[in-house]
Nanobody, 128 residues
Framework: QVQLVESGGGLVQAGGSLRLSCAASGLSFGDYAMGWFRQAPGKEREFVAVIRSVPSTYYADSVKGRFTISRDNAKNTVYLQMNSLKAEDTAVYYC??????????????????????WGQGTQVAVSS
């Protein structure tokens, strides 16, 4: 049984930082691309970042230069370091795992349908 469990969310002031973690179990973690998505109230789920099993990364334009995705295959964990947070970053953040990792290009991994497993999400709130 595959489980993805996010943690690290919370309330932070604008300009602050948070680090999200996603611990995976029940899958061969190193073989999966791991993505972060977010969903704000009343909006669709949107792509934030992805790190492939061959560790290349893609980011949404809105977070590039502020967020960093990384993974520790020994710990089966993917991280999202979020700096210079803005009020518009407020959302529930989800991690997801995609088994087909041989594709390249941000547009492929930005598609929620390309992911096989999802976590339950962690709330991030940024006060302005």
């Amino acid at each position: 049984q595959v489980q993805l469990v996010e943690s690290g969310g919370g309330l932070v002031q604008a300009g602050g930082s948070l680090r999200l973690s996603c611990a995976a179990s029940g899958l061969s973690f190193g073989d999966y691309a791991m993505g972060w998505f977010r969903q704000a109230p009343g909006k669709e789920r949107e792509f934030v970042a992805v790190i492939r099993s061959v560790p290349s990364t893609y980011y949404a334009d809105s977070v590039k230069g502020r967020f960093t995705i990384s993974r520790d295959n020994a710990k089966n964990t993917v991280y999202l370091q979020m700096n210079s947070l803005k009020a518009e970053d407020t959302a529930v953040y989800y991690c997801a795992a995609a088994s087909r990792t041989y594709y390249t290009g941000r547009s492929y991994y930005a598609d929620t349908h390309k992911y096989d497993y999802w976590g339950q999400g962690t709330q991030v709130a940024v006060s302005s």
